[in-house]
């Protein structure tokens, strides 16, 4: 039997993945959470083969989430669930460590096959993912500037796109505002702009938004 836990802030989407996963017979939905801390906390009581995760939950960051399953319990596979299309989101999140990554807009089937792979130890991408990896592999430099960007960068460019201040952006990532003053000074040199203005507009544009 599998077991999983739900990680998704919206109780309306816990609710249709439940009874989705639980029509399957080897599959058990074994615990939810609505937060990244909350999904920590669940993970540190119940043993839990596969951690679905939604990628926009208030709490811990889902790139610090994945990071802090695969450190502190790595015999848990991570999925990421997404409304975002998969793109630069998706590469970010297979390089932090996700088993996989599955779009909303992918069929119940396509869930379920992910589940499944990953539990097996196998690692889940669409065949238009699964090709963009593989021109990547042969790209001289990133598609677009973000990519160019490290893993704190592109959290720091995601919430300014949300309209956080650097303030609110230093205490949802426990840092200082100094240091993520220091990130968005870097940020604007790697993408060529100018001001946080054209920060907020890149992120908005390209729906790169916490």
Known sequence: MIRVLLADDHAIVRDGLRRLLGA???????GEAATGDEALA???????????LDISMPGTGFLDLLRAVREGHPRTRVLVLSGHAEDEYAIRALRA????YVAKERSPQDLLAAIRKAHAGGRYVSPA???????????DGPAVPHEALSDREYQVLQLLGAGLSVKEIAGRLELSAKTVSTYRQRILEKLGLKTTADLIRY???RNLTA
């Open 97 to 100: 460590g996700a088993s996989g």
């Open 24 to 30: 399957a017979s080897d599959i058990h939905v074994a």
């Open 129 to 139: 993912l699964a090709e963009r990896l593989a021109a990547g592999l042969t790209d």
């Open 42 to 52: 669940q993970l540190a009581t119940l043993r839990i083969d596969i951690l679905l």
């Open 203 to 205: 992120a908005v544009q």
